[in-house]
């Protein structure tokens, strides 16, 4: 009985056509996946501002025990006197001229060193606090005050 040499009949794999396909497919995925991918970090590094002004709210509170108003000096406060975030995606300051004896305003923007600069819905959080209630308000990359409930803030 004579075999067929070079049969395609039983041979197993992909044809390049077969591949090409297969990677075309893919690239459409990834990207249609990108932009996702690219909102979920930003949102995640969102929550280095929110640590960052709930390390200065506490700060101020312990502050504000012992002196009669709130301090208005980050760099004098402390407990929470670093000008940067933790991850270093936000500047840190206290708004001038919003601290009195019952009031401040804590500021996380973001540094255009960061990759977080290109967030353009969430470029600034603010922490208000004042007689004993908390606001919190966030920028977009316009300097427009984020519409209630803040997209920013939410969990």
């Given at each position: ?75 004098k406060l402390p407990g929470a006197n670093s000008l940067v975030s933790a991850a270093e995606h936000y500047a840190l300051t206290v708004a ?60």
């Amino acid at each position: 009985m004579k075999q067929h040499q070079g049969s395609r009949h039983g041979d197993t794999g992909m044809t390049l056509i077969e591949l090409t396909v297969v990677l075309a497919v893919i690239a459409v995925l990834a990207t249609l996946a990108w932009p996702g991918f690219q909102e979920a970090i930003q949102r995640s590094r969102r929550s280095d501002a929110m640590v960052a002004l709930a390390a200065i709210s506490q700060a101020q509170e312990r502050w504000r025990a012992n002196n009669p108003s709130y301090q208005p000096a980050l760099s004098k406060l402390p407990g929470a006197n670093s000008l940067v975030s933790a991850a270093e995606h936000y500047a840190l300051t206290v708004a001038e001229g919003s601290t009195n004896a019952s009031s401040y305003t804590a500021v996380a923007t973001a540094k255009s060193t960061s990759p977080q600069f290109s967030d353009g819905r969430c470029r600034e959080f603010r922490f208000l606090a004042e007689g004993g209630h908390i606001r919190y308000s966030s920028l977009t990359s316009a300097n427009v005050v984020n519409a209630s409930p803040d997209p920013c803030w939410v969990k």
